[in-house]
């Protein structure tokens, strides 16, 4: 089966600024595809190369097989939700739903009944005739939602559609363009600086940085299997140590804690010597003395649903690790001595 | 909770009222002084009787607005019928203003468009560049244009030069000289509020419409030109309504046939000749026919603005 969009070692330059460093993207058809990765990384970039308002300075783009290097914006069938919405001011709400129709060609009366359609989908048909001024930023964004699903594009483009929006309403969204998506089995390919978001809602992210792909898998893969420090680092809070490779093979490696101890982990290493482990801080428990890493608690913060355990282990190396703050926990005190122990998949080797 | 709400809020506005009268007082004076007195004499006036060397009698007369609009023949005794020489005058006005007022919308939307999308570093100094010429006095201008393309001007000797042209152009004394004078005079006025319209544009607009495959050109008639509508319909009024009662680019550019409403106007309040009750009335008669103009914009924007 053809891919919905493949990215074939696309660079973009601005001027002397290279704003893209050959990225390459297979997105299937169906998915929810998230481009995830801080402010200035060049996720705008790629997605307005994509939609056309932006030339490709090397490589190539596809769609569904096709190169649409030669097709304007209008000629692509790929739609896209503006990060600040960008809706008509001059036109009602309905009219801005039903522009792409009217471009298309559909005569009147079918593309009242389906922007109507698209604004009951949204719930906000009883603002159909209202200017977009009127309207709350949350409203406004189901609207340019509305708007861009109405043709039926293959693949839809959402560039931050969320960030506008107070924390209650961004959670109550995701979980409706979640099934937006599902619904109506259009592509999306959603761009987000925020990695709760990417987590919650992809079925694959890519993680991006200075205009490089740093890593590419479903949700779980990312958080559980970072490649690299920046991956491991971006997504959840984790502890990162450098430590010494002493073997590794099949995936699998054997490494020195800054202690002396020894432990195996999974590794996205493939070379002996200096690396950094990733450990995540809730995949640790704290238990008696003796067993496991030796380590004294510094200080304990607490959190409500969990309880932030600062230590320090033998050899210096400080850590956080996080409990549960559940009714069975015994909450450590400053000064204790303690063994820690690392929960399967806890520890991750990564490549640099 | 809403009364005392409310209540702190009307009264706040209400000091807030009382406060704003003395600083009114400069501008009603400025109006009444400038706007209403001046206006208001010439109303009078249009309805006094016509002193022979200029000047009038004080004695109440509809002559002036008799001469424009009835026709009673040569000597005055043929039956009373319509006027249609100045009726001509206005309706040659109108189409040499109107002539002039999309020329300048031709020429001024692509340059406030050019203008409106530089860097923001280097867009004052384009807007400077364009009022440049006129801190030169429009009689100079308009004198100097008369120079620039008299028939052995430096145009059609650029032009004969050039090999573009065997025989001078007979520019001078037309009626496209005085369309070109009009132009290059109110050109500004177009230029800057229809600069001030595309500068507010949000050209993500336009993406946005491309990407819902609208062409350049239904992008153009869709989005961009409503959106900045408001800026082209002021800039047409403000080019469309001096053109309207000009008299130097007529006087100076145009041939006898190119007579304006402003030329009409100035001869009534010359010396010697001038019948300054019907220049008056003239005057009111434009004036009239300019506020209907504006209540007519006044209306198409107050539709714009609803809801
Ligand atoms: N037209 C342009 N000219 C020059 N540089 C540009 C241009 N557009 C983007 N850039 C640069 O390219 C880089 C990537 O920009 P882009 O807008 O793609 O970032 P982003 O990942 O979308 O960031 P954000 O999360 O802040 O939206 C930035 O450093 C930006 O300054
Ligand atoms: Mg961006």
Not at chain 2, 37 to 51: G, H, N, R
Not at chain 2, 135 to 164: H, K
Not at chain 2, 174 to 197: H, K, N, R
Request: charged content about 15%; some cysteine.
């Amino acid at each position: 089966m053809t891919n919905a969009v493949e990215i074939r070692t696309v660079t973009k330059v601005f001027g002397t600024f290279t704003a893209l460093h050959g990225v390459s993207l297979s997105i299937q058809d169906n998915e929810f595809f998230t481009l995830l990765g801080p402010s200035g990384c060049g996720k705008t970039t790629l997605l307005r190369m994509m939609a056309g308002f932006e030339e490709v300075t090397q490589g190539e783009i596809l769609l569904f097989g096709q190169n649409i290097a030669a097709l304007e914006p209008n000629q692509r069938p790929v739609n896209t939700v503006f990060q600040q919405y960008a809706l008509f001011p001059h036109m009602s709400v309905i009219d801005n739903v039903a522009f792409g129709l009217k471009m298309k060609g559909w005569p009147l009366e079918k593309r009242r009944i389906r922007a109507g359609e698209m604004l009951e989908m949204v719930h906000l048909s009883d603002f159909a005739n209202r200017a977009p001024a009127q309207l709350s930023g949350g409203q406004q964004q189901r609207v340019a939602l509305a708007r861009a699903l109405a043709p039926q594009p293959k693949v839809l483009l959402l560039d931050e559609p969320l960030s506008a929006l107070d924390l209650k309403l961004r959670q109550a969204m995701r979980m409706e363009l979640k099934q937006l998506q599902s619904e109506t089995g259009i592509t999306f390919i959603f761009v987000t600086h925020d990695q709760e978001e990417a987590l919650t809602m992809s079925n694959r992210i890519a993680v991006m940085s200075a205009g490089h792909v740093q890593q590419i898998g479903t949700p779980r893969d990312i958080y559980e299997s970072p490649n690299n420090r920046f991956v491991a680092d971006f997504i959840g809070e984790t502890n990162l140590i450098e430590v010494e490779v002493e073997a590794v093979a099949d995936g699998q490696a054997q490494v020195v804690l800054p202690g002396g101890h020894r432990i195996t982990t999974s590794s996205a290493a493939r070379d002996k010597g200096r690396h950094h482990l990733s450990i995540r801080p809730e995949r640790v428990t704290l238990g008696s003395p003796g067993v496991g890493l030796q380590a004294v608690v510094e200080q304990v913060i607490y959190l409500g649903t969990d309880l932030q355990v600062l230590v320090r282990l033998e050899g210096g190396t400080a850590m956080q690790v996080r409990l549960q703050n559940a009714a069975r926990i015994t909450v450590p005190s400053p000064g204790d001595a303690v063994g820690l122990h690392l929960e399967e998949g806890a520890a991750r080797l990564l490549s640099d | 909770m809403a009364g005392p709400a409310t209540d702190s809020g009307s009264s706040a506005e209400s000091t807030y009222r009382s406060a704003r009268i003395p600083l009114l007082v400069p501008t009603w004076v400025m109006i009444g002084v400038f706007l209403v007195l001046p206006v208001a004499l010439m109303a009078v006036y249009s309805f006094l009787t016509k002193e022979m060397r200029g000047g009038v009698i004080w004695e109440f007369s509809l002559a002036a607005y008799d001469q424009f609009f009835v026709n009673r023949g040569l000597f005055g005794d043929e039956p009373a019928s319509l006027e249609w020489t100045y009726i001509n005058v206005f309706a040659r006005s109108i189409a040499q203003a109107g002539i002039a007022t999309v020329l300048c919308l031709l020429i001024g939307f692509p340059t406030a468009w050019f203008i409106a999308t530089r860097p923001p570093e280097t867009r004052g100094v384009w807007l400077f560049l364009i009022t440049v010429p006129y801190w030169v006095n429009l009689l100079i201008r308009t004198v100097s244009l008369r120079f620039l393309i008299r028939e052995n001007g430096p145009l059609n000797d650029a032009l004969m030069g050039a090999g573009v042209i065997s025989q001078p152009l007979a520019l001078i004394n037309t009626d496209f000289a005085v369309q070109l004078g009009l132009f290059y005079s109110y050109l500004p006025f177009m230029v800057l509020p229809v600069y001030a319209a595309v500068e507010r544009y949000n050209f993500t607009w336009s993406e946005a419409a491309a990407d819902l495959y609208a062409s350049r050109w239904v992008v153009l008639r869709e989005i961009v030109l409503p959106i900045v509508k408001p800026g082209i319909i002021a800039g047409c009024l403000l080019v469309f309504i001096p053109s309207l009662g000009a008299f130097l680019a007529p006087n100076l550019l145009g041939g006898a046939k190119s007579f304006m409403i402003g030329s009409l106007i100035d001869e009534q309040f010359k010396k010697s000749l001038g019948n300054w009750p019907f220049g008056a009335a003239v005057s009111m008669i434009l004036m009239s026919l300019v506020l209907i103009l504006l209540l007519l914009y006044a209306r198409s924007t107050a539709r714009q603005e609803r809801p």
